[in-house]
């Protein structure tokens, strides 16, 4: 393994951080270079429990995937610069991948840009900023914060959310609510088999435990 590459992923809670992972990842195995995932946690822990819990499983099986060391960093939004900076230099990091999320955030915030203070902090490594392709990224995700739920398994192999712990659930997780409709209508994420899931929830039922990514790789070549 390369002494001389070192590769930092910095993510926050939100749904890119797969992406951006993914490129680290990439990049590591290009270069044969050690990868470290950081997670910028900046999120107040009791309201977000629930986001965070389903977000923290998918970076540990990422990083168990990528043979990647995961660690967490609590701290402010305006002090997001300061932790990648020191991180990267305790790290002696070559390469950091962020997010143009997170340059938005610092520029809605603060006026500045991540980019530059990043660069000055930390001449000493490449930075790469990955655009957001989709639309529904990050910034739409258009679901309420995560709350606990249940899933029944009914005679017909359906399975019905409930919100009270009955008798008989099927499965325990974590349900996130589409934020343009009255119904019961998102995404269910559950522990399946030791693997996370997020399946789809229309009004209140649950027709099949295929995960989300898998559908939309089944539609792609339907």
């Known amino acids: 393994m390369s002494t001389e590459e070192n590769i930092l992923v910095c993510v926050n809670y939100g749904h890119n951080g797969k992406k951006l992972i993914t490129r680290g990842a990439g990049l590591a195995k290009q270069l044969n270079a050690p990868l470290t995932i950081l997670v910028f946690d900046s999120l107040p822990d009791e309201e ?28 402010h939004y305006h002090d997001i610069t300061k932790v990648i900076t020191s991180k990267a230099k305790e790290l002696r990091v070559s390469q950091i991948i962020i997010g143009q999320f997170i340059e938005s955030i ?12 990043l660069l000055e902090g930390a001449p000493f490594a490449d930075l790469h900023v990955v655009p957001r392709e989709r639309a529904e990224e990050t910034e739409d995700w258009n679901f309420e914060r995560g709350v606990h739920a249940y899933l029944v398994e009914d005679e017909e192999g359906t399975f019905i959310l409930h919100f009270d712990d009955l008798d008989g659930q099927t499965y325990e997780g974590i349900f996130f609510k589409h934020l343009q409709t009255d119904f ?34 089944k539609d792609d070549y339907s």
């Open 184 to 217: 019961n209508s998102g995404i269910f994420a559950l522990k399946k088999e030791d693997q996370l899931l997020e399946v789809r929830v229309d009004d209140g039922k649950v027709v099949s435990l295929t995960d989300i990514d898998e559908e939309e790789v």
């Open 48 to 75: 977000f429990k629930n986001d965070k819990e389903v977000d923290m499983t998918f970076f540990r099986e990422l990083a168990d995937t990528y043979k990647a060391t995961l660690l967490v960093e609590k701290s």
């Open 106 to 117: 610092w520029a809605k915030l603060l006026g500045g840009s991540i980019v530059h203070e």
